[in-house]
């Protein structure tokens, strides 16, 4: 399964900065693409599993997904791409290249300041 092993490595994550703020972990926000394999009901779940116990338990995971981008060969424009309307939103020409999805990052950690 590889939610567990993300939730592995976002609960080591997140345990560390914890460790280094001396302070408890209520949330954490991740970012990833649209096309990424992750189920994020599953990485949910595997995440609150593996957390229990640690100080990790009860962190709400945040997960956004990104849009895919596209870059427009004939201006280089880059773009939000929209597969109903599948053109350059800068000089509307249809011969664009995707961009590549974007990483599954941890992109912040909220601490209870008490």
């Not at 649209?34 to 229990?52: R, S, Y």
């Not at 309307?85 to 990052?105: A, I, Q, V, Y």
């Amino acid at each position: 399964m590889h939610e567990l092993m993300v939730a592995q490595s976002l609960l080591t994550s997140i345990t560390a900065e914890a460790e280094k703020q001396n302070a408890k972990p209520l949330a954490a926000g991740i970012s990833c693409g649209i096309f990424n394999a992750i189920n994020d009901d599953t990485l949910l779940f595997a995440f609150e599993a593996i957390a229990k116990g640690t100080i990790c338990e009860g962190v709400k995971l945040n997960i956004s997904h990104k849009p895919v981008q596209a870059r427009c060969k004939n201006c280089q424009n880059i773009f939000e791409f929209d597969i109903a309307s599948p053109r350059c939103k800068n000089c509307h020409s249809d011969d664009f290249e995707l961009m590549p999805d974007p990483p599954l990052l941890l992109e912040e950690i909220e601490f209870d300041t008490e």
